[in-house]
């Protein structure tokens, strides 16, 4: 898993709220990850997607992983991160130069419906009315 | 607690996928809240905002917690739900007419980060290279 890198998808923001949990979460997903753990960001924020592919160049990976931190499937999962990373949008995966070398890309699925996504929401919920 | 009523909120989207995972975790929230449980959507999909709170109208409900399934804070839930639900933008509650009635409307916040999102991230990245 030395040789997997892990490119952490953000949607981006003009507040810095997105860019915050991302990079928190980024933190926790490396401490799980063997290989290096990048961020780059859809819209608004740096590193775009490019950038975030371009900064593997030289990690000796042989896969990249797009991991979208987006609840569901979108316009921006399905179509606008496959075509900024350069793969085919049905397959979600293909193979893309970085720093010269071919490496294959792959996009994750988003986070989607968990126990855990709503357990999270109810403890938001009664917070609130605290 | 059956007099709380929460209105789960998703972004929306053209595509079928947001509209799918807010009503199932709405679903899973109902388990856990003894009081009515709706949803609503930002832009694109019905019930809107709007209607979303109409909707609590004979619910005897004295109180509505407007959660959003979003993962952080930006514009929308800064800007967005706050104007639409039609309460303060800074306090992000307030008073508003459902049914006739006056109920308070209060926001939650966004998921946000937490170890669970970290580790659903992970098991994603997982499946993606398996």
New interface residues.
Partial sequence: MKD?G?L?LG?G???P??R??VE??AK??SK??PGPVRTAYLNMNHPNIQEGLESFAGAKVN?V?A?P???????HT?QDIPRELGVDEQKRRGRVLIGGDEVEV?????????????????K??E???R
């Fill in positions: 997997v892990i952490v949607h923001s003009s507040l709220y997105n915050e949990l928190s979460l926790m997903i799980n990850h896969k992983v991991l931190l987006f609840l569901a499937h979108g316009v399905r792959v996009c994750a699925e988003p986070l989607g419906v968990d126990e855990c996504i709503a357990a999270l929401a109810c938001r919920a917070e609130a009315i």
